[in-house]
């Protein structure tokens, strides 16, 4: 497999680079860690490490060094599309390099051979009562996946720790190729009754395939939709809930079925993937109080009666970035590129020019730019996938390609298991004690 020979030619050197920072560097300083950070849920501790995807605070997600807009130019296109086959974005993010359409369709190709959902978990998905939360069904059938595990399978054998990465690779290809299988088979059963098991067509690129298998009305609008909202959510470096989740249980040598499984859990939480599904209940509301596109007076209104009322704006803020997030504005220019007209574009539209005023003269928020959410469940309910509670699956397609890439080349470049050491509050007080009598 192409994936694999470019891979291990790789590895010789960069295996050297961490064992030589490791031996001979070990103990140079990267940063420092206060009371506040311990206490406030780790922010901002340099510690983790990947070369897959960066955050840069002042200009948003690098993959692999690539900007967004580099990223959409050079990528290979799907075919009649103006968007690239994700089958090159994984290319990219396991590989370091822009792959040739060649390469992007030999990535796509092995999807298409491994994507048949197995029975067990076509069965156990029927058995599941209607109501489930779709994330829920969706983590159970990653989960029974497991059970097909090369990597566990390898390892239980005896496998040499060089040799690690290899069953990773293979079991990441037959995760990320049936989880758009498995998400339409959800979508399909869970809304519209249908037990049918959706069929991969190896003619046609993942985009292709997921719009097809979901059976929207306009499937080419929405494959295109779907090669750049699954290129967008795929990464967005180590530590994030679901990117740091993946890897944590990873690092304890779990297969990446369980890794996974354990980043999906992570991705379910509100104040994670969950906030996209809050954001568009938060543009309907605007929507039907005014019956359609509001003044931007009475926008400016009522978000100041939505924080009055002590809730969050969903869609703005970040924990990293500091200025609009390129993926929202990437998705605002497909948006306006195809359905400018739109009306909950237009309110989308109208709400970035509204509310970062307001989170400014509230003065709480260290970003008051618009991060992913902001959009993305806009352009979904423009193509007629309206059940939010499904827009969380979604995120979890998208992000499995980068945190199956992280999974791969930590186990490449053997990275040991994760273990942080944690202190009591009494200790805390004492390092402040410690500091105040030294002043
Ligand atoms: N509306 C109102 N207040 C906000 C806010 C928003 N959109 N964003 C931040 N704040 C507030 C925080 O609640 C916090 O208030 P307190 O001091 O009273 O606790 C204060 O501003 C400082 O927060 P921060 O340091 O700027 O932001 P955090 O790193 O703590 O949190 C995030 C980041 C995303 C959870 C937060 O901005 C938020 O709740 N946004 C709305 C929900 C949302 O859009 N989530 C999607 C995240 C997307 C992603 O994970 O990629």
């Known amino acids: 497999m192409i994936l694999h020979e ?34 406030g849920g780790m922010r901002d501790i340099k510690s983790l490490l990947t070369d897959v995807s960066f955050v840069d605070p002042a200009h948003g997600i690098l993959f692999r060094g690539m900007s967004i807009p580099e990223l959409l130019k ?14 090159g974005l994984y290319y990219l993010l396991l590989v370091g390099e822009v792959p040739t359409r060649e390469q992007a369709l030999e990535v796509e190709a092995e999807w298409a051979k491994r994507a048949e959902l197995p029975d067990y978990v076509h069965k156990m998905l029927k058995a599941m009562p209607r109501d489930t939360h779709p994330m829920i069904l969706f983590t159970q059938a990653v989960m ?23 069953p990773a690779l ?20 869970k809304y519209f009754g249908e037990k049918g098991k959706p069929k991969y067509n190896p003619r046609q690129d993942y985009g292709a395939n997921f719009a097809r298998m979901m059976k929207v009305p306009d499937k080419k609008g929405y494959a295109e939709l779907s090669r750049l909202y ?51 209940a938060w543009l ?61 574009v237009r309110l989308a539209d109208m709400v970035f020019d509204v509310v970062p005023t307001v989170l400014k003269e509230q003065g709480k928020a260290k970003n008051p730019a618009p991060n992913v959410d902001a959009i993305s469940g806009t352009l979904q309910y423009y193509y007629g996938v309206r059940e939010f509670d499904f827009y969380t699956v979604l995120f979890g397609v ?25 202190l009591t509050t009494k200790m805390l007080e004492d390092a402040v004690e410690k500091v105040k009598q030294a002043q």
């Open 170 to 189: 293979e079991d990441s290809m037959n995760l990320t190729a049936k989880l758009p299988v498995v998400a339409s088979f959800i979508y399909r059963l």
């Open 6 to 39: 470019k891979i291990s030619a790789q590895l010789p050197a960069w295996r050297e680079r961490i064992k030589s920072l490791a031996k001979e560097h070990g103990e140079v300083v990267v940063d420092k860690v206060t009371v506040g950070q311990v206490i």
């Open 398 to 422: 998208g992000r499995a390609l980068g945190v199956t890439a992280n999974y791969i080349w930590s186990r490449a470049l053997g990275m040991p298991i994760e273990r942080p050491k944690s």
């Open 74 to 87: 050079a990528l290979p296109k799907a075919r009649g599309g103006k968007m690239p086959m994700v089958g």
């Open 284 to 344: 309907l509301d605007v929507h039907k109080k005014f019956g359609g596109v509001p003044t931007r007076e009475q926008l400016y209104q009522f978000s100041w009666d939505t924080l009055n009322g002590g809730q969050v704006i969903p869609g703005y803020g970040h924990a990293v970035l500091r200025v609009p997030d390129p993926r929202f504005t990437a998705q605002m220019e497909f948006a306006k590129a195809r359905f400018p007209d739109d009306d909950l």
């Open 144 to 166: 029974a996946l497991a059970r097909d595990s090369a990597f566990a399978k390898k390892y239980h054998e005896g496998m040499k720790k060089d040799d690690y990465w290899e």
């Open 230 to 280: 699954f290129i967008l959510h795929s990464d967005h470096e180590s530590g994030n809930v679901s990117a740091h989740a993946t890897h944590l249980v990873g690092s304890s040598l779990s297969d990446i079925y369980f890794a996974f499984a354990a980043g999906l859990s992570g991705l379910a939480g509100p104040l994670h993937g969950l906030a996209n599904q809050e954001c568009l």
